[in-house]
């Protein structure tokens, strides 16, 4: 059994020069913990508590909760939303605002991603403490300071948001979990293989902060996934479906460490949420998990980095090319369509594509070129990660969840342009190699969906 209490309520000085912190009071992840919350109402004397759930939340583990607040004799509101599927957007925010008690003083939230990042979101508004019962293992924000929403269709990352006061993920509940949620929280965790090549990538162009000991801290997340996806998930072993809880909390714990996403979040993040963005503007579609979305996207980057290698190994000279800012507006505005402002607007803001940021960029590529390749070839092994997926019953393939193959070479061009965060797009793009990348990656991609028809 871990002792959370180790990680978390405690600075923690780093050798990396900083402190870090989790501010989560409980974790308790193990059979029949919702009782839990009993005690913890207690303790903390909460007396006006609201639920905040959805339609198909409340009917998974409702009756637990009820039955834990009506023993000590707990009375409770609650909003049930009624979405068929809920997205996170402004409208839902506004609703648990709007329908949240003034004398509110305790919120339990029930549910797995949206209803976490939502009430999280409001919780730090309102300044009111909230607890998650987890219904599924499906992503790595349970233990995270972070809330992605969709704000006028564009996804927002909102960062700095507070700590959920507890998490409490009954095995019970999570082992019955869809199977397409519980593949999602694999596959999100699956992406940290590349967000940390790309976070230490990042390092050596930009000398952009970094921390050793968190890595170790997602590489442990990562690994016992990883095992268990091995041997046991398939199979809904309650240790297995535990063990995948447990690293997402580590996952989350990182990212709460860093200040920001940057541990647990790179192109392959990018990626998916282009892909999110693109679902629900172009097909009002928002029925495919997040870790979904963030695991195809990470096969898609591991053949991206695979192409990076090869350009790399074979110049030793990348020019770079000259930024055209008044083409590259007319073909976001055609990509990202009612988002494209918002992606305008960031590039105005921080140049991040100005061709003489990108001269040094390149020359530190050059300097650093053999510890990059190093580093890239470090990465885990196409087909292993394949394997792994398939176990688990986790798409791969693009094709699998309706991604055409225009969407996926606009996703590697293009998706980049959502954060001003570095990585092996940025690199490509640098020296005008992206869009042939590209190109070749949608042909391993098409040749992988050939071989895999029927399979």
Not at 112 to 132: C, E, H, M, Q, T
Not at 306 to 321: D, H, Q, R, S
């Amino acid at each position: 059994m871990i002792n959370w209490n180790k990680y978390l309520n405690r600075e923690i000085v780093c050798s990396c020069g900083k402190k870090h912190q989790c501010n989560i009071k409980h974790v308790d992840i193990g059979f029949n913990v919702i009782k839990k919350l009993a005690d913890y109402v207690q303790e903390e004397k909460f007396k006006n508590i609201c639920i905040v759930a959805d339609k198909h939340t409340i009917k998974i583990a409702g009756e637990k909760v009820y039955t834990a607040l009506k023993k000590i004799g707990i009375s409770y509101n609650e909003y049930i939303f009624t979405d068929e599927e809920l997205i996170p957007n402004e409208l839902n925010l506004g609703k648990i605002f709007t329908h949240i008690p003034v004398d509110c003083d305790f919120i339990i939230a029930i549910g797995s991603g949206v209803i976490n990042d939502l009430v999280r979101f409001v919780s730090k508004k309102i300044y009111i403490p909230y607890a998650i019962v987890a219904t599924a293992p499906s992503m790595d924000g349970y233990a995270s300071a972070v809330s992605p929403l969709i704000i006028d269709g564009f996804k927002v990352t909102y960062e700095g948001l507070g700590f959920p006061w507890a998490i409490i993920g009954d095995v019970d509940i999570l082992k019955d979990a869809p199977v397409n949620m519980i593949a999602s929280g694999v596959g999100d965790i699956f992406g940290k293989y590349v967000c940390l090549v790309e976070w230490k990538l990042s390092h050596i162009v930009n000398n952009e902060y970094y921390c050793p000991e968190i890595e170790k801290l997602m590489r442990r997340a990562v690994d016992i996934v990883a095992k268990a996806a091995d041997h046991g998930i398939a199979e809904r072993d309650p240790q297995a479906i535990a063990s995948v809880m447990e690293g997402l909390i580590w996952a989350g714990i990182g990212i709460s460490y860093c200040g920001n996403s940057r541990p647990a979040s790179g192109c392959e993040h990018q990626m998916g949420h282009f892909w999110e963005m693109m679902f629900l503007q172009n097909y009002h579609r928002h029925d495919i998990e997040h870790g979904t979305f963030v695991g195809i996207a990470t096969i898609v980057a591991l053949y991206v980095y695979k192409e990076a290698v090869n350009i790399l190994e074979v110049n030793n000279n990348l020019p770079t090319i000259l930024f055209d800012k008044e083409k590259w507006e007319k073909m976001i505005v055609d990509v990202y369509g009612k988002c494209s402002c918002s992606i305008i607007d960031l590039e105005n803001k921080v140049h991040k594509n100005d061709s003489q940021k990108a001269v040094v960029r390149i020359r530190n590529v050059l300097s650093n070129k053999m510890q990059i390749i190093k580093l890239i070839k470090s990465l885990p092994d196409i087909n292993i990660m394949i394997k792994r997926m398939k176990k688990v019953q986790e798409p791969f393939l693009p094709r699998q969840i309706g991604i055409t193959p225009q969407l996926l070479r606009d996703t590697i061009i293009y998706a980049k342009e959502m954060r001003n965060r570095y990585g092996v797009l940025q690199l490509l793009f640098d020296c005008g190699k992206l869009e042939e990348a590209a190109d070749k990656v949608c042909r391993e991609i098409d040749m992988l969906s050939e071989s895999n028809i029927g399979k």
